[in-house]
């Protein structure tokens, strides 16, 4: 659990008391329950893990959002560096547009006044769905840098439900289906959102509330 000092020192000192045996491998489990008790298979899967960055709650004002999104792409940049380092790779690219630049068109997106598009030979509806791309990727590939978040699914869970990101792109899809273009509602209603996560917030409503499904 966060803040519990004297617990994790705890946990640190066995793990380092294990490098005084005379032949390994070893595993051994620790003798204590995590304080606080065991989160239920529900409440794992919605959550994740504990995550090491403090994400502050999405705000909810549309002044604000670009800026929250922002400092929240900041928080994540050594995460994501530190993942790439250690792949030697990265799926960040698709769009040949910088991950600030697709921020601020995919915000535009989602306002009354539509953005420039940020490349001059691709329509703002393949503009959009490579943008898009790139930073649901930034944000897996930084956030799977950490410890405790090595499954897809906390980490799709936490990107969805936890960060900013998600609440723009909740607020995407929402106004792509009301798009003139086809190409955008089709993006929209097929591929922007995983379906899982639509059917998640369908089912449970009052666990995304903070999350309007309508467009105010």
């Known amino acids: 659990m966060p803040n519990d000092a004297e617990f994790q020192h705890k946990v640190i000192a066995s793990a380092f008391d294990l490098l005084e045996r005379d032949a390994g491998p070893v595993l051994e489990d620790f003798p204590e329950d995590v304080p606080g008790g065991t989160p239920s298979v529900d409440e794992f899967e919605m959550a994740g893990q504990v995550c090491p960055i403090d994400l502050p709650p999405p705000v909810s004002g549309?002044?604000?959002i670009m800026q929250a999104l922002e400092a929240e792409?900041?928080?994540?940049a050594p995460w994501y560096e530190m993942a790439v380092n250690a792949r030697g790779r990265t799926t960040v690219g698709i769009s040949e547009v910088e991950i600030p630049d697709a921020a601020?068109?995919?915000?535009?997106?989602?306002?009354e006044k539509a953005p420039e598009i940020p490349r001059d030979d691709l329509e703002r509806g393949p503009c959009?769905?490579?943008?898009?791309?790139?930073?649901k990727?930034?944000?897996?590939?930084?956030?799977?840098?950490?410890?405790?978040?090595?499954?897809?699914?906390?980490?799709e869970n936490w990107l969805w439900?936890?960060?900013?990101?998600?609440?723009?792109?909740?607020?995407?899809?929402?106004a792509g289906l009301e798009s003139d273009d086809e190409f955008?509602?089709?993006?929209?209603?097929r591929s922007l959102v995983p379906d899982r996560q639509i059917h998640l917030r369908e089912e449970n409503p009052r666990v995304f509330e903070?999350?309007?499904?309508?467009r105010k």
């Open 73 to 76: 792409i900041g928080r994540l």
């Open 104 to 111: 601020r068109f995919v915000v535009g997106m989602t306002q």
């Open 137 to 155: 990727a930034f944000y897996s590939e930084a956030i799977s840098a950490q410890p405790g978040m090595s499954t897809s699914l906390a980490v």
């Open 210 to 214: 903070s999350f309007s499904l309508q």
């Open 161 to 174: 439900n936890k960060t900013v990101l998600g609440k723009v792109l909740w607020q995407l899809r929402d």
């Open 128 to 135: 959009l769905k490579v943008c898009s791309e790139d930073l």
């Open 184 to 189: 955008t509602r089709y993006h929209a209603q």
């Open 62 to 64: 549309d002044s604000d």
